[in-house]
C-alpha cells in the first residue's frame, strides 16, 4: 500500500487542512513510514474476532429526557473570535 | 521554614493538620520555586493570585478542623484540563486565547478537597508526543542531567511539564493524562510515580478529548502515598461523562500496607524487546527480585498480541483524534486564521487548522482521516479495534490464571536529548510507549514507579498493571516496590 500525490491531496482535503503543493511529496513519504507500520496488523488472525466498542463493559446511563441546562448564550459565545448579536459570525455559507 | 515545596503530600497533609505549617506558606514556597525554575518551562500559564486565594481558603477551613486530604495542597495542572476562567489550551495554537466557561470534573474535584492551582503545566499539543517537543510554548525540560553534561533532556511527554515541575519541586504534585503512556512514561523520565487509573475512573468531563476510548487523567506524585491520596480525590462517579463508572472508590491510601505476601505477579516474556538495553534489563530482574524477596511468586506470562499493541494503537488513536480535532473550525472558540477576499467557510476552516495545529497533530489528524475513510475502514479501523480485543483478551486470560499483577519496565530507555529525535522518523518516537500502550487498549492501570539510576545518573522506573478497578491492590504492589527499591536520588539542582 502507498500513498501518491493525489491521495495525500485528498486525505488533506478531508481533513480540512490546507497543505501546500510542495510540502505532499514529504507528508506522503511519512503517511507510507506510518502505514507501513500499521501494515502489521495483517499478520493478526482476527476471524470471528468482535471489534472491540467499549473497553469495559457497561451499559451507558439513561436519564429522562428533560432540559437540564441553558440560558447561556453569554457563555456560549465568550471565547468566539467573531460573535454578533449573539451569534457566531462566519464568511458567507449560501451562495 | 525553608523548603515547603520539596514535601510529599503525605507529608504537608499532617503538617497542616498539626498547624505546623499553613497553605499559603507551602503555595509561597511552590510559588517563588516556579520563579526560580523558568529554564524548565514546565509552568507556562501562572496562577499565582487565584492560589493565593484558594491558599487562604484552605486555611481558614484547616483551621476549623476536619478538612480532606488534599487541602492546602498546592498543585500544578497540566494544561490538558480546562480551568475556569484560566487559560486552557492543550499546548495548541488554534485554542490560543481559548479561557473556559467551566471547571473540568477532576480539577473541581480537587478544588471541592481544597487543593491549591499554582499554574498550568506544558505538555505536547494535544497531548500528541512522548517528549514534549510538539507544544505552541516550546520544550519543556527535564531537570536530571547526564552527570555533569550540560545537554537538555526531555522530561518525557505528553505530560511532560507535570513530570518536570513534580520532580523539580516546584509544586507537591500535578495532574497528568494518560492516552498511550503520557503519565507513566514522564514520571520514569524524571524519578517520579505516575499511575493510570483504569479506563472510566476519571470522569473525562472537560479534559480536551485526544482519543476518548484511550484517555484517563491520574495523578503525578513524589510517592506510592501520594499517588493513593491524590488519585482518591480525583475519581468517582460523574453524570456527565457516560463513560464514566459509578462503582465505589475505595480509600487506596488506607489500603497500603506493603505486605504482598502470597500476591502473584506475572513477567510477561513478549516484553523482552529485540536490543532492550542491558540497563533496562538489569533494572527489570532486579525489581522481579525485590517484589520475590517481598513475598510474592513470581510466574512467567505470555501476552501474545503485545507486538500489535502499538500498530493498532497508532489506528484507532488517530481515527478518534481525527473526529475529536474536528470541532476546531475557527467558530466558536481560539484560533482563526485571517481570510482573503473571496475566501469562503472551508478556506476559513483549511487555512484556521493549517494555521493552528502543529506538524504531528496535523500528522495524526490525517492519518485518522486515511484510517477512517471510505475503502480503508475495514482495512485499518476494523481491523486495530479486532486486534485490541484479543489484546484485552491476553490480559483477561492472565488474570483468569491468578495473576494479581504484571511487572515490565516503563520505558525502553532513559530519558534522550531534546532534538535528538528530530531526524529519526515518526515510528521511532512511538516506540516509546511500547511498555505503556497495552495498558491503555485493555483500559487497565498501570502505575510507574521510580526503581533506579542509569550509569549516566538518569532516572528508570517499572510499571506495574492491575486488574480492572483494583487500583488499591496495585497502588499496595507498588508500595511494596518502591520500599524494596529505595529510590531516594533527586536532580541536582542547574536551573
Redesign the interface.
Known sequence: MS?DLE?AAR??K??????DEDALPA?AE??N???G????????D?EG????????P?R??R?DDVVTDGH?QK??L?????AREGF?A????VE | MSDLNRLTIAEARDKLRAKEVTSIELTEACLSAIEGAGALNAFIHHTADLAREQARAADTRLQKGEAPAMCGIPLGIKDLFCTKGVPSQAASGILN?????YESTVTQNLFDAGAVMLGKLNMDEFAMGSSNETSVYGNAVNPWRRGNDETALTPGGSSGGSASAVSADLCLAATGTDTGGSIRQPAAFTGITGIKP???RCSRWGIVAFAS?LDQAGPMTKSVRDAAIMLQTMCGHD?KD??S??LPVPDFEAMLSGDIRGKVIGIPREYRMDGMPEEIEKLWSDGTDMLRDAGAEIRDITLP?T??A???Y??IAPAEA?SNL?RY????????AK?DQG?????????T??EG?GPEV??R???G???L?AGFYDA?Y?????????I?RDFEEVFAQGIDAILTPATPSAAFGLGEMEKA???QM?LNDVFTVTVN???LPGIAVPAGLDRQGLPLGLQLIGR?WDEGDLLNTAYALEQAAGFVAKPAKWW
Open positions: 500513498i491521495t486525505v488533506a478531508l481533513a480540512r487542512i490546507r497543505v507528508m511519512e503517511f513510514t506510518i502505514l507500520f500499521i501494515e502489521q496488523l495483517g499478520e493478526v482476527v474476532v468482535e471489534p472491540m466498542t467499549s473497553v469495559t457497561m451507558l446511563k436519564r447561556r457563555e456560549v465568550s471565547n468566539a473570535p467573531d457566531f462566519v464568511p458567507k455559507v | 486565547g481559548f479561557k473556559p466557561e483504569t479506563y472510566g476510548s453524570p457516560s463513560t463508572a459509578d498480541h507486538k500489535y502499538l500498530p493498532a497508532y489506528v481525527s474536528a473550525d475557527g467558530v466558536r472558540y481560539g484560533h482563526r481570510l475566501d469562503g467557510i472551508t478556506e476559513m476552516y483549511e487555512k487548522r493549517a495545529f496535523k500528522r489528524v490525517m492519518i482521516t486515511y484510517v475513510s485499518y476494523n481491523r486495530a479495534r479486532k486486534v485490541r480485543t484479543l484485552r522518523d515518526p515510528v512511538y487498549l485493555a483500559g480492572p
